[in-house]
């Protein structure tokens, strides 16, 4: 996400309405999200309030916030934008923090971590190309399931893994997730505790809430907070495993009746409710933020822009990312 820019209207602009000069420059921007951005003054233009409907003219200069939307020219990064990208240019477009010791990753969703069956492209495999001059491999410490996007940590070398491997068992990190859900939550703020277990079935692993005790069980711990509510419709939430469980939040999520929309194994929708129109039906899990020791000194504190399907529901809902900051 880039810092707030200061762009200056073009000759062939003269006149035309604000909200319309920013679906040009940038088209991800939802009018709802825009309106709030006025709203609260953080869109400016030579320095002063606007309003959607005020016209711009050449030489003027509008303040820009920072945005987590795709600008004119550019184009997405997604699991099947990268179809025909080489591994190493890949990997360079998903960099967002690099250090001598760690890389971390902002994985697209529907791209794979690690191999498996089904998978033609992962990024275990992709990070055969970022070896170094000693022909050491990046190596993974951690997973994030295939459809879910945001912040993966690898380390650079297995000294370093092996720190941060550590971190992980240790419970050390702190990982945030952001995600849609539907409905809304019994509570603003809650704890969810229960034992999971995994079972293979036809379309592959599903996980459910088993009973105490239970032969092949796992304690699994998740804490939630509701952030924005679109009605009684939807919920974003933000959401911390505890523990590191498969498919956790989104059984989680499921199990206190708000799954997570799109989901394709947990989400189960009812004849009372209909999929919002312009919300894609792919999986709204973002691993957001992770603060994890740093394998010398310090911590590692990497934040992670949403997905362009996410992204999208943002801005049509007119959910304010600041919100997340109260």
């Known amino acids: 996400m880039a810092g707030v820019e200061q762009i200056t209207v073009e000759a062939g602009e003269a006149g035309m309405r604000l909200d319309r000069w920013f679906k040009t420059h940038f088209p991800g921007l939802g009018f709802g999200h825009l309106q709030k951005l006025l709203r609260s003054g953080q869109i400016r233009v030579d320095g002063g309030r606007v309003k959607a409907d005020s016209r711009v003219e050449p030489?003027?200069?509008?303040?820009?916030?920072?945005?987590?939307?795709?600008?004119?020219g550019e184009s997405a990064l997604t699991g099947h934008s990268i179809r025909n990208q080489g591994d190493a240019d890949v990997l360079a477009k998903m960099l967002i923090h690099?250090?001598?010791?760690?890389?971390?990753?902002?994985?697209p969703a529907g791209l794979a971590v690690q191999g498996g069956s089904g998978v033609t492209r992962n990024?275990?495999?992709m990070l055969e190309a970022w070896r170094n001059q000693k022909g050491e491999k990046p190596r993974l410490v951690h997973r994030l399931d295939r459809d879910t996007s945001g912040v993966l940590v690898v380390a650079r070398s297995r000294l370093a893994a092996?720190?941060?491997?550590?971190?992980?068992?240790?419970?050390?990190?702190?990982?945030?997730?952001?995600?849609?859900?539907?409905?809304v939550p019994p509570k603003r703020e809650d704890k969810i505790s229960t034992w999971l277990i995994k079972e293979p079935t036809e379309d592959g692993d599903r996980v459910r809430v088993a009973a105490h005790g239970e032969k092949g069980a796992d304690h699994a711990v998740?804490?939630?907070?509701?952030?924005?509510?679109?009605?009684?419709?939807?919920?974003?939430?933000?959401?911390?495993?505890?523990?590191?469980?498969?498919?956790?939040?989104?059984?989680?999520?499921?199990?206190?009746?708000?799954?997570?929309?799109?989901?394709?194994?947990?989400?189960?929708a009812d004849t009372n409710w209909d999929f919002p129109g312009g919300i894609q039906n792919r999986l709204h899990l973002h691993a957001r933020r992770i603060i994890i020791p740093h394998p010398d000194?310090?911590?590692?504190?990497?934040?992670?822009?949403?997905?362009?399907?996410?992204?999208?529901?943002?801005?049509?809902?007119?959910?304010?990312?600041?919100?997340?900051?109260?």
């Not at 690099?98 to 994985?107: G, L, R, T, W």
């Not at 822009?305 to 959910?319: E, T």
Request: a neutral charge; hydrophobic letters at 35%.
């Open 162 to 183: 092996m720190k941060l491997s550590e971190a992980f068992r240790a419970r050390e990190t702190k990982k945030t997730y952001w995600a849609l859900v539907k409905g």
């Open 123 to 125: 990024v275990d495999d």
């Open 59 to 72: 030489g003027q200069v509008v303040r820009v916030p920072p945005l987590e939307v795709d600008k004119k």
């Open 222 to 268: 998740s804490y939630y907070r509701i952030i924005e509510q679109a009605a009684q419709t939807m919920t974003w939430l933000e959401m911390e495993p505890y523990t590191g469980r498969t498919h956790q939040l989104r059984v989680h999520a499921a199990y206190i009746g708000c799954p997570i929309i799109g989901d394709p194994k947990y989400f189960e």
């Open 98 to 107: 690099e250090d001598p010791k760690v890389f971390v990753f902002n994985k």
């Open 297 to 326: 000194k310090g911590v590692i504190d990497v934040t992670a822009p949403m997905p362009p399907h996410m992204r999208q529901s943002w801005n049509l809902i007119g959910f304010d990312d600041a919100s997340a900051e109260d």
